[in-house]
């Protein structure tokens, strides 16, 4: 099994700035996309950013020039950069990994704890 850690998570004021990290630990095979969610009290969980191992990005429409998600793939490490940070941007932000634990095996999903993102003056 895997177990992903994320930090970077904490309260800043608006127009600030964070960076999550993500890092996948155990027997990985590959890994193909990692993404990260956000889920803030009384809204559901929408996917923030998302990037696959070609890089292809893609953001939801809020962030878009905002946050830039990265990833290392030798550290199966996924990271989050977020500038100009808004009140709204308040939420759990959660990674998610989507991979193999051996060559033949089936493709698996895996999810971070989360992390909490309070932009607050």
């Known amino acids: 099994q895997v177990q992903l850690v994320e930090s970077g998570g904490g309260l800043v004021q608006p127009g600030g700035s964070l960076r999550l990290s993500c890092a996948a630990s155990g027997n990985i095979f590959s890994v193909h996309s990692m993404a990260w969610y956000r889920q803030a009290p009384g809204k559901q969980r929408e996917l923030v950013a998302a990037?696959?191992?070609?890089?292809?990005?893609d953001y939801l429409e809020s962030v878009q020039g905002r946050f830039t998600i990265s990833r290392d793939n030798a550290k199966n490490a996924v990271y989050l950069q977020m500038n100009s940070l808004k009140p709204e941007d308040t939420a759990v932000y959660s990674c998610?990994?989507?991979?193999?634990?051996?060559?033949?095996?089936?493709?698996?999903?895996?999810w971070g704890r989360g992390t909490q993102v309070t932009v607050s003056s």
């Open positions: 998610n990994l989507i991979l193999q634990y051996s060559a033949h095996g089936p493709i698996a999903d895996s």
């Open positions: 990037i696959s191992n070609s890089g292809t990005t």
